[in-house]
């Protein structure tokens, strides 16, 4: 239910609290400690600014100090400084653009290596002392083939492939051999005997785009023992071969490149990555594409290989630290981005990372169907609050021209993924049932949704029939705090989690955050093949978690004492109130008593008549 726009028709109820809610979007985020209290709390206008708002009630300072303002310095304020910068550089413009062409004068230079010869050649890899003659380039630039070097014999600085260089002023082919770690000795002959030849080209893809260059080969004159390197001499050398023959061969440093800016950017597309490499293979005045479709494939081959290391480190991707070994609060929500294109990519590959954040279809297919065939379900909409309307309950696949409709998604109060799963028939109550089924073995206190209210008797039904379901009746139902103004009062009044014992500040609405994270990932999964959309899907998932579980000590401390002075201000306000309106505790018990005997009683005739 991301993206849900809080307009709420203003009632009588909460007119008093609007007033209180006049944050704008970009302010600093620190001023809401002040604004925001829990007693007059009215629902954010926009989604962002609820969202904002979400990663500041999760002590997240992650986001904070991206859109943060410096904190004010010296005596000007921020734009008179921003304008004078400006000035400064308008002043020095006009030199600049001399500094700029004279860069591109080729003047006649020594070689800086031997200190004799005209320089040829200039690499800016090898500043300070960029330039070199002919044979000095040569001889040193075998052993750094990566380099970006220009050739300044035709009078402009002219980028060179590592396969090109300088012989008698003109441009000449020259062979480079991949940097690899060799063996000493690959037979007991004398080491004199032994030589390193060119074997077979591949392309080598690093984030300076991609080189073609030839592996090396040793042979052995005497005995004719050959090596040659394999898949695993590449691993050692921090290289991932695209395919087991290794006709192109990525530098992992690409891949790791490629993770972090689709964690940055979500909706990065693979081909926009690629094209940037391609781009910057041009500019090195080197020639050949990188291809997207085994890309991908050797991308997710290395993820799947780090997946395994970590599996035996013991690292739990799925699992929130400060959720275990209890966990007080587990929130539900699917998300309706995650539709998948029926006729994008039709592949039978498997995914790498089958039912390891989103669970199987098939299982998820058989749980829904037993759920419905021994409770014998109605269908009706799940409809709470006149227009509010989330999950409801039909049986009928979908017949459109998506696959997957979206998640359904399961996550802690701090914003780590813990499951998921593929809808196909649209918000169903059996979708959350099954995630909360599965994730029923850790002990969990409560269990947020945006329609409890429906969901929770719903769930007693279903356990009235199947009674092996029983034991999710001992966690607590809860509503997500924000989508329960948009429920009717009664309903908020008995399902909010606002109104909990022990839920603390716990909003129920920790999945929106998560919600907004894989949503804008969905614009590329969305074309993708089954087993790339779950492999892409689990991937950000871990990555997200492996986030917030390096933040959790700061984000946890920020957490305590947002709480412990939160508190301290509500029991203040209760005592300023009490004094004011002169009743004894045991009288402001009484009243909390029967609004709750009130709520109670109308919503349970409602749900009889219904
Ligand atoms: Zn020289
Ligand atoms: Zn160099
Ligand atoms: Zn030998
Ligand atoms: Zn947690
Ligand atoms: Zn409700």
């Known amino acids: 239910m991301e ?20 944050r704008k979007a970009g302010a600093h985020p620190r001023m809401l400690d002040s604004s925001v209290e829990l007693t007059n709390y009215c629902p954010p206008d926009t989604v962002e600014t609820f969202l904002e708002e979400l990663n500041h009630s999760q002590g997240d300072d992650l986001d904070d100090q991206e859109t943060a303002p410096a904190p004010p310095r010296a005596s000007s304020d921020w734009s008179t400084r921003k304008s004078l910068l400006s000035e400064r550089w308008e002043k020095e413009r006009a030199c600049l653009v001399n500094t700029m062409v004279a860069q591109q004068n080729v003047t006649t230079q020594i ?27 040569v001889s040193i630039h075998r052993n750094h083939v990566f380099h970006n070097r220009d050739a300044t014999i035709a009078g402009f600085f002219q980028p060179l492939p590592p396969t090109t260089c300088v012989v008698e002023r003109a441009l000449s082919q020259c062979v480079c051999i991949v940097p690899l770690e060799m063996p000493k000795k690959i037979c007991s002959c004398s080491p004199g005997s032994l030589s390193v030849n060119t074997g077979k080209v591949v392309a080598v893809v690093t984030m300076n785009g991609r080189y073609d260059l030839s592996m090396p080969e040793m042979k052995c ?17 921090d290289y991932w071969p695209a395919t087991l023959h290794f006709s192109t061969v990525y530098s992992t440093d690409v891949f790791y490149s490629y993770e972090e800016l689709k964690m940055a950017a979500p909706g990065l597309s693979c081909q926009a990555f690629l094209r940037m490499l391609d781009q910057r293979t041009l500019r090195f005045g080197r020639i050949g594409k990188i291809t997207a479709d085994s890309f991908r494939k050797s991308f997710l081959e290395w993820e799947a290989v780090r997946f395994e290391v970590d599996k035996i480190c013991r690292e739990e991707h799925f699992v929130c630290p400060a959720c275990t070994p209890d966990m007080l609060a587990v929130s539900v929500d699917g998300n309706r981005k995650h539709y998948r294109f029926k006729n994008a990519a039709r592949s039978e590959e498997k995914a790498l990372f089958d039912g390891i954040f989103i669970a199987k279809d098939d299982e998820v297919e058989r749980f829904v169907d037993y759920i419905h065939s021994t409770t014998n379900h109605v269908s009706g909409r799940g409809v709470c609050g006149g227009e509010w309307s989330a999950a409801r309950e039909t049986s ?32 169903i109550y059996a979708y959350p049932l099954y995630l909360q089924n599965k994730l029923a073995n850790t002990p969990i206190s409560f269990f947020a949704m945006d329609v409890t209210c429906k969901y929770w008797p719903y769930l007693n039904k279903v356990t009235k029939s199947c009674p092996e379901l029983q034991h999710l009746l001992s966690m607590k139902p809860f ?6 103004k948009a429920h009717d009062f009664k309903c908020e009044v008995k399902w909010s989690g606002a109104y909990q014992q022990g839920a603390g500040l716990t909003l129920g609405e920790e999945v929106e955050q998560c919600n907004a994270f894989l949503s804008r990932i969905a614009v590329t999964t969305k074309h993708m093949s089954k087993a790339g ?27 305590y004492q947002k709480a412990t002075k ?4 509500q029991l203040q306000d209760l005592e300023s109130m009490r004094i004011q309106l002169a009743v004894t505790q045991v009288e402001v018990e009484g009243w909390v008593t029967d609004i709750k005997e009130w709520a109670e009683a109308t919503t349970s005739q409602k749900n009889a008549r219904s």
């Not at 993206?3 to 006049?22: G, T």
């Not at 009928?396 to 028939?425: P, W, Y």
């Not at 509503?479 to 329960?484: E, G, I, N, R």
């Not at 939160?566 to 201000?569: A, F």
């Open 221 to 237: 004159e005497a005995c004719k023992t050959t090596w040659s390197p394999g898949v695993d001499d590449l691993v050692r050398n």
């Open 533 to 559: 959309h779950t492999d892409m899907l689990t991937l950000m998932a871990m990555r997200w978690n492996q986030q917030k579980f390096n933040n959790l000590a700061t984000s946890l401390a920020c957490r």
């Open 111 to 137: 070689c800086q290596q031997c200190g004799i010869s005209p320089a040829a050649v200039r690499c800016r890899d090898c500043r300070p002392q960029p330039f070199f003659c002919a044979d000095c380039d």
């Open 396 to 427: 009928q696949k979908s017949s459109s021209k998506i696959d997957e409709e979206g998640l359904e998604l399961a996550v802690c109060r701090h914003g780590v993924f813990l499951t998921a799963l593929n809808m196909f028939r649209g918000e």
């Open 566 to 569: 939160r508190l301290e201000s």
């Open 479 to 484: 509503l997500s705090v924000f989508h329960a």
């Open 3 to 22: 993206n849900v726009v809080y307009d709420r028709p203003r009632s009588s109820r909460n007119q008093m609290a609007s007033h209180s809610y006049s």
